[in-house]
């Protein structure tokens, strides 16, 4: 059935001329439920009415250290949902000399402080805690939001509050930006809030943290998609980390770099460098050659603009980066194209079975295209990949390896959005295994056994969003006031 969609804004209003709107039907129908609770009072008030916001810190790379120091920059790789990631991913430490002043013009994070990712994938929320401070000082960077409660909000009710998949999308309905998207401090504080008394936020989270209770016990059982995969690997193409500790600068001319802001300077890049190359020379029995021997065909997609977005469902998708999540097509929110520019791009559409990797922002995420329902073409931040000679679902899998994802860390550039360059994709080393069949089975007979502790998790963490939103109701008293 076909649906017409008049696009909104939070107060109802129509959108015409907005350019960073992302028209899709589910932003609509979030729009109109946004819209609807606001007109009913339930959401009547404003965060800014209850929080301050302020932005993070950019830091130059002149500024990094080479040597551990007692102050850590936060940066939107090191921010999970709800969790502060400080293990196996890029962790810049800042000269001391920085921190410090920092720290004496009250920069730094503090328990009880709400963040949330303001570009690249909006909206992630973590609450500070103790926990989280004790090893190191948290300098928040320039692509974060950081929020301070009064007395009348509850960090942690706030933290559940922007987590919901709601507030969530809305989020990134007011980020603004064509090609980056941004959250602005002036969106946050206009994002709609209850009316709800402390004492009643805390009712709220008694009941969601029984919940949140069963969650945590499962994830003590559930393996994350790339441990399985790394498990594997690792008896077939052995890695470990490095034990060297201590990470000697390169001879790098800093004095010209010393204000380039984009050009990684950090320990981490090379020790990824190291930690591949480390990879390679210890399966020096293996026989590897270079991704373009095994390309027959490389395309990345084309950008296309507002005016191309079809208000309704059509036999047009155009494919970005969030559709392509741990090795899987995820197309919650698909884009449809008007016909006119679905019929322009006809000429790049994907086919099923075709390789798409992300070359921007979350670089590496890939997927095979698994249908042929809808006429398929992708962003100009992914990239087709048509092969020969090697099993599809190996390759995949093989880039969610460890030292392969470590790879991709090295070689993006870029500070804020990451990008790939087509090169380093062409050179990236694939090994020659004869068993790729094999491994492919083993690892798809691991993720299963793991899917149905997936299905409770994903059950568990709506009933979460479904309790939260439902104790809402019964406790806002003084809605509309």
């Not at 800014?48 to 916001?53: D, I, K, L, R, S």
């Not at 013009?105 to 609450?127: A, C, F, H, P, Q």
């Not at 197309?331 to 000429?347: C, F, P, R, S």
């Amino acid at each position: 059935m076909e649906m017409n969609f008049k696009f909104l804004s939070m107060d109802g209003v129509m959108i015409c001329n907005n350019f960073s709107v992302r028209m899709t039907p589910l932003y609509h129908l979030i729009l109109s439920d946004i819209a609807f609770k606001k007109k009913n009072g339930f959401m009547a008030k404003k965060l800014g009415n209850y929080v301050n916001v302020a932005g993070g810190e950019d830091i130059y790379a002149k500024n990094y250290s080479f040597d551990e120091t007692d102050y850590l920059y936060l940066s939107i790789k090191n921010i999970g949902i709800n969790e502060i990631k400080i293990e196996d991913v890029d962790i810049i430490s800042v000269e001391k000399e920085i921190g410090e002043q920092l720290e004496k013009d009250n920069r730094l994070l503090k328990e009880n402080d709400v963040v949330i990712t303001r570009s690249g994938t909006i909206g992630i929320t973590v609450l500070i805690t103790k926990e989280m401070l004790k090893q190191k000082k948290l300098i928040p960077s320039g692509y974060v939001k950081v929020l301070k409660t009064n007395k009348e909000v509850l960090s942690k009710f706030l933290m559940y509050y922007l987590s919901n998949p709601i507030i969530k999308e809305l989020m990134e309905i007011e980020a603004t930006g064509k090609d980056q998207k941004n959250l602005s401090n002036s969106a946050v504080k206009e994002l709609p809030f209850p009316s709800i008394s402390p004492e009643n936020q805390q009712k709220v989270l008694n009941s969601v943290e029984k919940i949140q209770e069963q969650i945590n016990k499962l994830n003590v059982e559930y393996k994350q998609e790339t441990e399985i995969i790394n498990s594997i690997f690792n008896k077939i193409l052995p890695y470990s980390p490095s034990k060297e500790e201590k990470i000697y600068k390169k001879q790098l001319d800093l004095e010209k770099l010393q204000n380039d802001k984009y050009f990684r300077t950090d320990p981490d890049y090379f020790k990824y460098i190291r930690e591949y190359n480390n990879f390679i020379k210890a399966n020096k029995q293996v026989q590897f050659h270079k991704l373009s021997r095994y390309l027959e065909d490389y395309e990345s997609g084309k950008p296309i603009e507002r005016k191309d977005y079809a208000d309704v469902e059509t036999d047009y998708v155009h494919i970005v980066p969030r559709d392509i999540q741990n090795g899987k097509f995820h197309l919650k929110d698909a884009i449809y194209l008007n016909y006119k520019k679905g019929e322009e791009l006809q000429e790049v559409r994907c086919k099923k079975g075709d390789i798409l990797l992300v070359i921007a922002s979350n670089c590496g995420n890939a997927t095979i295209l698994d249908r042929n329902d809808k006429k398929y073409t992708i962003s100009h931040y992914i990239a087709n990949l048509r092969v020969k000679d090697i099993n599809k679902n190996f390759l995949i899998y093989y880039f969610y390896y460890a030292p392969i994802n470590l790879y991709f860390r090295a070689v993006e550039t870029g500070k804020g959005q990451k990008n790939l360059p087509n090169q380093y994709i062409f050179d990236l080393k694939i090994p020659k295994i004869e068993n790729q069949e094999a491994i492919v089975k083993e690892i798809d007979d691991e993720l299963e056994k793991h899917s149905k502790i997936k299905k409770e998790l994903i059950s568990l963490k709506k009933e979460i969003n479904d309790v939260f939103w439902s104790e809402l109701h019964k406790y806002t008293k003084e809605r509309g006031k």
